[in-house]
C-alpha cells in the first residue's frame, strides 16, 4: 500500500472550513483514498473514501487532484467535537482483490478546533 | 444495535506475564480485526479473523495470537509480556473481510506492562 505523509498538527476555528491535506505520491492506478478520524479515548471512525473523483457524505467532503497524488479532506463546519486525529489511509479495495481488512494507519493529523 | 465490544477496557501487568483481551463484534459482523496502537508508531494492524479463520497477519512476534469463535467472538493472546507492549488494543468487526469502509471499531482495552 502507498506511504501518505500529513501535517502533524492544524487548528481551525469553530464554524470555520477544516481543510486537511493528504499527500500520497506513490498511489496507483487502483488505490482508494480512506479517511478516518480518532477521537481521544475513542476506536478509529470511518469518514470517506475516494477513488478519483470528488466525494462528499454528510461527514465530510474529499477532494483528490487530478494526478491523485494528494487529496484534502474538508469538514465544512468544524465543530468542537471535530476535535480529533484524522488518519488518511491509501489502499486497494480489498474487495476486489480479495485481500483482507488489513489497514495501514500512519500518525495522522492532530485537528484542534477552537472556539 | 450494540457497538462493538471489547473487554477489559484497562488491563495492568508484569514482564513475562501473558494477557486475554475479548472482543465481541456487532450483531451480523463475522469479521474481526485487531490492532496496535502505541504513541510512537500510530495504528499497526495485528490480525483478522473470519470464519474462525486467520486470514491476514501483520509483522508481530509469534507472541501474539488470536483466535475466533463460532459466535464470531474474538480473542487475542500476548505471551510473555514486554514493557514495549504497553499500548491500546483496538478491535474491529464488518460484515466481511475487506469490507472496511463499514469497519467499526471498539473503545479499545488499555494494556500497561510495568
Known amino acids: 500500500d502507498a506511504k501518505t505523509t500529513q501535517p502533524p498538527s492544524m487548528d481551525c476555528a469553530e464554524g470555520r472550513a477544516a481543510n486537511l491535506p493528504c499527500n500520497h505520491s506513490?498511489?496507483?492506478?487502483?488505490?482508494?483514498v480512506y479517511w478516518y478520524r480518532q477521537i481521544h479515548s475513542q476506536g478509529p471512525q470511518y469518514i470517506i473514501h475516494?477513488?478519483?473523483n470528488n466525494e462528499t457524505n454528510e461527514m465530510a467532503s474529499l477532494i483528490i487532484t487530478e494526478d491523485r497524488k494528494s487529496s484534502t479532506l474538508i469538514l465544512p463546519h468544524a465543530t468542537l467535537r471535530d476535535t480529533a486525529v484524522y488518519y488518511c489511509?491509501?489502499?486497494?479495495?480489498?474487495?476486489?482483490?480479495?485481500?483482507?481488512?488489513?489497514?495501514?494507519f500512519g500518525t495522522g493529523t492532530q485537528l484542534k478546533v477552537e472556539l | 444495535k450494540a457497538g462493538v465490544t471489547q473487554t477489559p477496557r484497562y488491563l495492568i501487568k508484569t514482564r513475562g506475564q501473558q494477557v486475554t483481551l475479548s472482543c465481541s463484534p456487532i450483531?451480523?459482523?463475522?469479521?474481526v480485526s485487531w490492532y496496535q496502537q502505541t504513541p510512537g508508531q500510530g495504528l499497526q494492524f495485528l490480525f483478522e479473523?473470519?470464519?474462525?479463520?486467520?486470514?491476514n497477519k501483520g509483522n508481530f512476534p509469534g507472541r501474539f495470537s488470536g483466535r475466533q469463535f463460532s459466535n464470531s467472538r474474538s480473542e487475542m493472546n500476548v505471551s510473555t509480556l514486554e514493557l514495549g507492549d504497553s499500548a491500546l488494543y483496538l478491535c474491529?468487526?464488518?460484515?466481511?473481510?475487506?469490507?472496511?469502509?463499514?469497519?467499526?471499531f471498539g473503545p479499545g482495552t488499555r494494556l500497561t506492562v510495568l
Open positions: 474491529a468487526s464488518s460484515h466481511r473481510p475487506g469490507g472496511w469502509d463499514t469497519q467499526y
Open positions: 450483531s451480523g459482523h463475522r469479521s
Open positions: 506513490t498511489i496507483s492506478g487502483n488505490e482508494y
Open positions: 475516494g477513488l478519483k
Open positions: 489511509i491509501v489502499r486497494v479495495d480489498v474487495v476486489l482483490t480479495g485481500g483482507g481488512n488489513k489497514l495501514t
Open positions: 479473523y473470519f470464519s474462525e479463520t486467520q486470514r
